[in-house]
């Protein structure tokens, strides 16, 4: 009985002293959502406005470029969380229907997403501590580092600083795409616009309300929704679905992490070439050129590619209590004798599972 007693109290302390603060992933990502400027080209101004893959209200990724018309979708950013056991890396992307250009003899391809992945240290406060940020500009990432962050240059230099505005009580960090090809950087180190009056651009805010519009290429409040890659039947399911389907049946994605496009309508007209299947996912999206980090590492390995970026990052965790990406695929039936077709050869299935953990020390 005394045993019993002394059990009961040693859970209740354990119970009373769970952490209330913990968020749900939607809750995560709402607070640290970033203020997006997109800078925008006035030959054609809906090419450069953010949307949802499926704007269209269908899943198929060859009609996306057709199907553009004026513009006027909600605003849309997709996010995922991945969870280790010392912090909550959080994905945003950011979708446009048209990789595009008004130069000849340059490239456009249909479909466009490119985002940026934070590191959120859990140190007892609600919400986190910001302490990196890596975004994908094209085939290259680019580093940056909130003021005050412990992080160092790791195997990369790191690119600059992360800004922040104010919005609604929330410092929110600041984010930056060009017009027509839609690299990404933290504001403001890339593009022609940093919110002047002077220039083409479109500023976004996060809301838990209704999404918006823009009204033009130049308007300096348009409220985007967030949208879970994780969402059922979205962006992450229609990924399993596809990969479990004969590849002629595919609608989204041409092969693991590479969305199907196509060269109808207009791509490529004039003098310019129309490339097809060249749009990544973050499961998909890749540097060729920064040493020991994988394709699909944003998604699939989050800690590991923090590591390798950064130095000073102690203490930091490589095991995942909460990885809906590796859960999904485990849970499709996926291992490392039989991945998804095109899966990146550097990473192995039955090790990243490895690193799924129930508990944390």
Known sequence: MRKTAIAGIVAGILVSCAPAWALTPAELAFHHAPVHYQDSDSSDYPSDYITAFDYDHDPITTNNWDNRGNGQWPATVYYSVVESCSHHFITYAFYHPRDWSDTIFDQEH??????????????????????????????????????????????ETIDGKVSFEMDNGISRMKTVQEAKGHGLKAWPYTSDFNGSPNQDGIVYYPT???????????????????????????????????????????????????????TSGDCGSGLKSCSTNSANAPWGWDDGNDGASYRGEFALDP????AHYFGNTAP???????????????????????????FPSQLDLNTLYGKLTNRCE
């Open 208 to 262: 838990l309300g209704a999404p918006t519009s823009p009204a033009s290429g130049n308007d300096r409040r348009v409220y985007y929704r967030l949208v879970d890659i994780h969402a059922p039947g979205g962006m992450f399911d229609l990924a399993i679905n596809d990969a479990l389907q004969p590849p002629a049946q595919a609608l989204t994605y041409a092969s693991w992490g590479s969305f199907r496009g196509d």
């Open 110 to 155: 249909e479909n466009d997403l490119e985002g940026a992945i934070v590191a959120v240290r859990k140190d007892g406060s609600p919400h986190g501590r910001l302490e990196g940020m890596i975004t994908v500009f094209h085939t290259d990432f680019y580093s940056f580092t909130p003021p005050g962050s412990p992080y160092t240059k790791g195997h």
């Open 316 to 342: 930091f965790s490589t095991v995942y209590p909460n990885h809906p990406y590796l859960t999904k695929l485990r849970d499709a039936g996926f291992y490392s004798g039989h991945a998804p077709a095109g």
């Open 303 to 306: 800690a590991h590619l923090f």
